[in-house]
């Protein structure tokens, strides 16, 4: 269970300074339903949840196979959790993950780059 960011009494939402122009797009949406639910009645509760990415939404992300994905889950390479018998990998992890795969790929290209720019031969 999620515990609330913010809970926002219909009173305590006032639009008379409310500018959606120099918002975003999302939280212009954001706004207009707080605005919206507000001028109901309704009692608006923001809450926030980690976001979990399947093996196979992993593996699209990554481009990669989803048995790549599971695999380097077997190995420990990569950190899930299991929710019944599914693996879920916390977003935290994939971008950890995402970002030392990016290094170690860096790492074995950048002798033969730095040779390709600065080799006199």
């Known amino acids: 269970m999620t515990s609330p960011l ?14 959606a122009a120099t918002l975003p797009a999302w939280l212009q949406t954001l706004a207009n339903r707080i605005c919206q639910a507000a001028a109901s009645g309704q009692t608006v509760t923001l809450s926030a949840e980690e976001l979990m990415l399947s093996p196979q939404q992993m593996a699209q992300r990554l481009n990669m196979s989803r048995t790549t994905v599971l695999r380097k889950i077997a190995t420990g390479e990569i950190n ?7 693996h879920r990998i ?3 992890e994939f971008t950890r993950f995402r970002e030392a ?18 080799d006199e031969d």
Not at 6 to 19: A, G
Not at 80 to 86: D, E, F, H, S, T
């Open 6 to 19: 913010m809970t926002l009494d219909p009173d305590e939402v006032y639009d008379d300074q409310f500018n």
């Open 80 to 86: 899930a959790v299991k929710v019944g018998n599914r």
């Open 90 to 92: 916390p977003y935290a």
């Open 101 to 118: 795969r990016w290094d170690q790929m860096m790492s074995l290209v950048t002798p033969d780059i730095e040779a390709e720019l600065f």
